[in-house]
């Protein structure tokens, strides 16, 4: 067993990558993260001088991470429903990916992870964040977490991953052809 107290959470650095990744692709399958894509997704939580991304470690291991995308520094796609959000498009903010080491699942670490990028994002500028959950996780898990912590569901979109899957992303049930749900959800801050 692991005890809370003995994680410490702090803005995830440049040095963290190779970790993050690691952890990433073990959880999320082979190809779901890669050196440019940390890069990308990192420096999309960069703005007004803060960070939006933290890690969570156990003494030297690295046990989650929460990569989150600051408002006005991403931009939707057709796997998106602004349209359907109380908040506009430019004062909501992304949640690319709550990460979690399965031996360290059920202490409130993601939840943690996501109260401190939020605070941050709320710094700069957001009403609310939105995300994709994975409707296949284990007994539905993702969208269990994200509704507890406030999210409510937008609109399900069946295979989101599916053009990952081909070009190299490696879903751990559909391997290289992934026609998993991914939940539209959103967290509104204010509320």
Request: glycine content about 8%; charged content about 20%; proline content about 3%.
């Amino acid at each position: 067993m692991h005890e809370s107290q003995k994680i410490s959470y702090r803005p995830m650095l440049e040095t963290d990558f190779n970790d993050v990744i690691s952890l990433g692709n073990y959880v999320h399958g082979d190809g779901y993260m890669t050196d440019e894509k940390i890069t990308v997704w990192f420096n999309k939580g960069l703005k007004s001088q803060l960070n939006s991304n933290f890690v969570a470690y156990d003494g030297n291991k690295i046990v989650g991470f929460r990569i989150s995308y600051s408002p006005n520094n991403w931009q939707p796609d057709q796997w998106y429903s602004p349209e359907l959000w109380k908040t506009e498009l430019t004062n909501t903010a992304y949640f690319k990916c709550n990460t979690v080491d399965e031996n360290y699942r059920g202490f409130g670490i993601g939840s943690k992870l996501l109260k401190l990028s939020t605070q941050v994002l709320k710094q700069q500028g957001a009403k609310a964040g939105v995300s994709h959950l994975w409707r296949q996780s284990p007994g539905n898990s993702a969208v269990k977490y994200f509704t507890k912590c406030g999210g409510v569901l937008v609109k399900d979109h069946p295979d989101k991953w599916y053009q990952d899957s081909v070009e190299g992303y490696e879903c751990t049930i559909c391997k290289n052809d992934c026609h998993c749900v991914a939940a539209e959800m959103i967290i509104y801050f204010d509320e």
